[in-house]
């Protein structure tokens, strides 16, 4: 890559003027749904309620009118709703458009009516028309009239477009930090804006390639939102640990070019095992049925491959062309910084010579903050996801105002006409149904019906559960029961289906890929074991913030009084796929000095002292945008932002910084050692520079 740097450059001006003309539309023209589990009866549900029942499925689009003064049957009520159906009479997204009908969508004071619009395309396309049309609905607002819209496409609606805003300014808050936090560590401004510059390559070649992804099969908005958070830290971690590397190995090399030859034999090893063990972690998350949640891990595995291959090519060629100038611009204090360094040196040996205060120290802290996730509880998101003064929000608390809590969320029965008495009556019978809709028959002449209930709690409530279970077994077998609430419901039973089965493949494949890196069963498996423990303690933390609302009031959030129900599946593939990041640049340098010393005392020390400071600056750099998210005002980022935050610190501080290293040297030969048959089996790879 040194010696052939114009066309690798080449090569990367191109790709990113190709994928760069893409990326500006990424977050335009990505898709904003697909928050449901595939197959399930709920989907089922909509999907009949789309073709049968002129759209009036949980895709359909509510719109609320409300007045203090007028009625619904007022000639200026009237008016509005004449041209609320006047917005969606041209679009042909929109399925059939129902007034409000006494007894069912309009308030028993007479002042509130729900306009129904059907949906009459994809949920993705349901929520693009929405936000088409959302400031035309909003502006029929007026002369003592509102109008708020507002059902499941509203929600998602208007709540990307906060979660969008509350993202960039995240990301532009987080890029000084991070800058200032890299001439810290490498006391040159060259060197510090390397790293800056080749995640900002993997950034615009991944929208791009996002937004031409998308044309082939829809995209969740979301995938964006997590890459653009993963490739800058991944990126910053990777470019750190080659150009520190690269800059100790001018010192010996006779030029550039060797210097290059000599990084990328060892960083360069370690750098493509983590990126391949983060892309691993994360393809478990694609055997979940749900369409949101496989393209988020597709958007993140998107941007870490394109942020390894800019640190596999596009970084040594400008490396090798900079040579020497990568410590221009050099702070005083840095003409001293060696890549050995002294600090680090000290550490290892205070933690070789005193190994069990240190290790009983640090387990303490990370099982005491495990302790609290046997009682962590997940659920899909509630309103609250949304800004208090969003019209969906609105819209919702003026319906369960006005007719009563579960208002908001109907579930629909889809049964066999002749069943319909039979259904009605069985439905009567749940504790928790307030009211059953009478049977509606199918526009078609498809011989179904469709009946809508209204359960007595909030869709949240952790009481939907068990109304949706009673009902499902008492009706007969023939009927259906679908709605948002239920979807909701089915995708967080699909989860935590595949939860176990996600946290064992990653964990074989983690321990796999560790034990391809190291050739040392021991250090690998300890490794792994070792990242579950940050995990669960950041797991342990984020129930006492977002389940008991500790420190709520500081961080500007009302808690759910539970954690929103994607988060463990997919923050165990990140946490653990950020652990395994530090686990291999720490035992990779630790192996390098082994193999060179066959000593295991050198081996811990050096090994500390040539990657502490790397991690130690990684670290901080993933902290602080992390944290950056924190202060989002939608939850679902401030959630990512803590919980990933709070994992990196306790993982490089505890765990990499105390924790393996102590069992480095409590294992001591051990931990290197390898049966002769494993070495016949796994490819020879050596992080030694020969």
Known sequence: ????????????????????????????????????????????????????????????VQVVVHSDTASIDS??????????????????????????????????????????????????????????????????????????????????????????????????????????????????????????????????????????????????????????????????????????????????????????AETMDTAGKAVVLSGLTVLVSLSA???????????????IMFAVAFVLAATMTLLPAALGALGAKVNAGALPHAKRQQHRSPRFAAWGRLLHDKPWPFAIGALMVLIALSIPVFGLKVAMPSIQVVPSDAPVRQGYELVQAQMGAGAPGMLQIIAPADEAAQVASAAMTVDGISMVTPAQP??????????????????????????LDTLRDRLPSAALVGGAPAENLDLQQALDDYLPIIVGIILVLGFALLLIALQAPLIAALGTVVSLLST????????????????????????QGFLDGWGPVF??????????????FLLATAKEHYEHSSDPKTAQIDGMAHSGRVIFAAAAVMVAVFFTFALADPLPPKEMGVILGVAVLLDAFAVRLVLLPVLLRLTGHAAWWSPAWLGKVLPSISFAHH
């Open 571 to 584: 923050f165990f593939a990140m946490i653990f796929a950020i652990a395994m990041d530090y686990t291999v």
């Open 1 to 60: 890559m040194a010696g052939r740097a114009r066309i690798v450059f080449g090569v990367w001006f191109l790709v990113l003027i190709v994928l760069g003309a893409a990326a500006p539309s990424v977050f335009t023209s990505l898709a904003g749904a697909g928050w449901q589990a595939n197959g399930s009866e709920s989907v089922r549900v909509r999907e009949l309620a789309q073709q049968h029942f002129g759209g009036n499925s949980s895709a359909a």
């Open 442 to 467: 199918a526009s078609d002449g498809s011989g179904l019906v469709m009946l809508q209930v209204m359960p007595n709690v909030d869709p949240s409530d952790a009481r939907m559960g068990e109304i």
């Open 285 to 299: 998350v694609l055997i979940v049925p749900a369409p949101a949640v496989r393209t988020m891990a597709v958007g």
């Open 75 to 260: 000639p200026q009520a009237q008016k509005v709703l004449t041209e609320i159906t006047g917005v969606f009479a041209g679009d042909t997204r929109f399925g059939e458009v129902v007034a409000p009908q006494p007894g069912m969508s309009i308030s028993p004071d007479g002042h509130t009516g729900i306009l129904i619009a059907g949906a009459n395309a994809s949920t993705d396309d349901m929520v693009k028309a929405v936000d088409e049309h959302i400031d035309a609905l909003t502006a029929l607002s007026g002369n003592g009239i509102e109008v708020y819209p507002t059902g499941a496409s509203a929600l998602w609606s208007d709540f990307n477009k906060a979660n969008h805003d509350a993202m960039i300014k995240a990301e532009m808050f987080s890029w000084p930090v991070t800058l200032a936090i890299m001439v810290l560590a490498f006391g040159s401004l060259v060197a510090a804006g390397l790293p800056l510059l080749l995640t900002l390559a993997g950034l615009v070649a991944s929208a791009g390639g996002l937004v031409l992804l998308n044309q082939i099969t829809p995209i969740s908005v979301w995938a964006m939102n997590f890459a653009m958070m993963f490739a800058l830290a991944l990126g910053i971690d990777y470019a750190l640990f080659i150009v520190a590397r690269f800059r100790d190995a001018l010192t010996t090399a006779p030029n550039a070019k060797a210097a290059v």
């Open 536 to 559: 669960a303690a950041a797991f342990g933390v984020a129930k006492l913030i977002f389940q008991d609302g500790h420190g709520a009031g500081l961080l500007g959030f009302t808690p």
